[in-house]
């Protein structure tokens, strides 16, 4: 029997959230939950006056990203020319910045319309100038309103123009795809060199990194210390430097300095050797000390210094290593410096015609949430991608939030493994995202239960694969170390793990060369060749990496 009409049901107050996060803005999600207050923003100030975004331009706008990227810059210029400042104009201007070829001429009354919406304290980073796509700035909520609608204004005789023969009105375009807020990313070995056989594969094949560069993005790397001065890790080819994105106006020699540690130790697990005994011997060092953590019966724990005599190598040994600075310590870093970072690398490498730096690491990132953005497309994630397709392999920590609390149904907490918790960058799709394991015994304990599991959120698999993070040695900061002593100290956390994969992949690399700018054929063969350690793919990917087994794979 035919039923008439039926009342419209009303929807429930969840299934109208989920409406409203799949409803397309210009403003991103993340940043629209910060500005309206309902989670405090990255500044912790609450709510804030200024927020730091990352615009990225509309690809439709007329002249394309690059006469968009310029009309905003020119019309922060002109702002700044018009209260008299001049530091932040300088710092633009410092990179030669000027018209390109080919853009469509822009009014200066579109020019001084848009740049109506700077106000004091606003301001756009000289660092956006390393990328292509995107402007990092600070911006006021209603700059950011204006700014996510602006559209180019017309002329009168535009206007007249603006009905086509149908009757229908011309199209205005605007400016910014989207704007997103600039996240805070976070930093997420002599036994594990056995545990993925890159002992056996340095002495079968000599796959020690030779003719390899490896990009480290990350706390900076001490430049002093002893385990990067034996094989001149840090001198770089003609036309690389290290970089710091921290500051605008940086001093390029403050990327080869790190306050924090965490990109000494990564750095350390990749490439270097530290000796005392066997050639080629550190210059100037008699002892290695390894500082590492021992619990007491009483459950407390203390740290303990031990000497080691022999060597200390990195998975790569002789890979050059190009520190990008990207936090400034342990907690302070914007998503807009790893993005710059990522930029630097594009332009050195002329965007994969001649490719100098092959791979990098990112041992780094921020939760995720597909609130924000669906899984793999942030900007970020974005970026890493295209960075894959010119032919750097991008090597990414899947994070250490594995495990955790649930609340049972009595309102009691359990702790728990937590299924889908990959950060980014991890979540990009052509990225290789891993996870941690055990330091030497991988097959008896697994996976770590720290360790991000996946699958990501929209039900791909990650991590790729697992690699040592528990408990690594590497390189502590030199400062305050005794004459003739070499620093050394344990970590933990998929950002140990992440190197292991790194410098893997640069001693394949350094043998195998005809894969050299081919990441996504180098990742299918490292997966392949993975060891399965009998885990759920979702904690362990493809399983163990294995750089004797890739090398004999092909």
């Not at 804030?48 to 019309?75: C, M, S, Y």
């Not at 922060?76 to 400042?85: E, K, M, N, S, T």
């Not at 907490?413 to 980014?424: F, N």
Request: hydrophobic share 35%.
């Amino acid at each position: 029997m035919a039923r008439g009409p039926q009342p419209a049901r009303p929807r429930r107050k969840s299934e109208s959230n989920i409406q409203e996060n799949l409803v397309k803005t210009r403003i991103g999600g993340d940043l629209s939950s910060f500005m309206k207050g309902k989670t405090d923003p990255p500044t912790g100030i609450g709510k804030a006056k200024h927020f730091d975004v990352i615009i990225e331009f509309n690809r439709d706008f007329p002249g394309g990203v690059t006469t968009a990227r310029q009309l905003l810059f020119e019309a922060f210029l002109l702002y700044l020319d018009r209260i008299g400042a001049t530091d932040e104009s300088n710092s633009l201007r410092r990179f030669g910045m000027s018209p390109p070829l080919g853009m469509p001429a822009v009014s200066e009354d579109s020019k001084l319309d848009l740049s109506q919406m700077f106000s004091n304290g606003s301001r756009i980073a000289a660092k956006s100038l390393w990328t292509d796509s995107y402007a990092f700035a600070t911006l006021t909520r209603e700059a950011i309103d204006r700014l996510s609608s602006w559209t180019m204004p017309q002329k009168d005789d535009d206007k007249n123009k603006g009905e086509t023969k149908s009757g229908s009105k011309n199209k205005k375009t605007p400016l910014v795809y989207k704007i997103w807020c600039d996240h805070k990313i976070k930093r997420c070995v002599y036994e594990s060199v056995r545990t993925i056989k890159c002992d056996a594969a340095h002495a079968s094949f000599a796959a020690s990194g030779k003719g390899i560069v490896w990009a480290v993005a990350d706390t900076g790397i001490d430049g002093t210390h002893p385990h990067f001065k034996t094989l001149r890790t840090l001198d770089l080819p003609d036309g690389l430097f290290h970089r710091d994105f921290t500051a605008d106006n940086p001093d390029p020699a403050v990327a080869l300095i790190d306050n924090a540690g965490h990109g000494t130790h990564v750095a350390g697990i990749i490439a270097g050797r530290t000796s005392v005994l066997d050639e080629p011997k550190t210059d100037a060092i008699k002892k290695i000390c390894v500082n590492a953590e021992v619990r007491n019966e009483d459950g407390t724990k203390s740290t303990v210094k031990d000497t080691h005599d022999g060597v200390i190598t990195g998975m790569a040994p002789h890979c050059k290593l190009l520190s990008l600075k990207v936090l400034a310590n342990e907690k302070q870093g914007k998503l807009s410096n790893l993005l710059a970072a990522i930029g630097y690398v594009q332009r050195s490498n002329d965007y994969g015609r001649n490719i100098k730096i092959h791979g990098i690491n990112l041992s780094l990132g921020y939760p995720f949430d597909p609130v924000w953005f669906a899984a793999g497309q942030s900007p970020l994630c974005v970026e890493v991608d295209r960075l894959v397709r010119s032919g750097v392999c991008v090597v990414a920590a899947a994070g250490n939030a594995g495990y955790g609390t649930v609340t049972q149904f009595s309102g009691a907490p359990e702790r728990a493994a937590h299924s889908g918790t990959i950060m980014d960058p991890g979540n990009a799709a052509l990225a290789i995202t891993v996870g941690s394991t055990h330091r030497d015994m991988p097959h008896t304990y697994g996976v770590s239960y720290f360790s991000s599991k996946g699958p990501t959120a929209d039900g791909r698999l990650k991590p790729d694969l697992v690699a040592p993070g528990e408990r690594i040695i590497s390189c502590a900061l030199y400062n305050g170390a005794k004459p003739g002593e070499a620093p050394f100290r344990e970590d933990t956390g998929t950002s140990m793990a992440t190197p292991h994969v790194s410098g893997a992949i640069a001693a394949f690399l350094s043998v195998r060369r005809e894969f050299l700018g081919q990441p996504e054929r180098v990742k299918e063969i490292f997966v392949s060749a993975a060891t399965d350690l009998k885990r759920r793919p979702e904690f362990q990917g493809a399983g163990l990496l294995d750089l004797m087994r890739t090398l004999q794979a092909v």
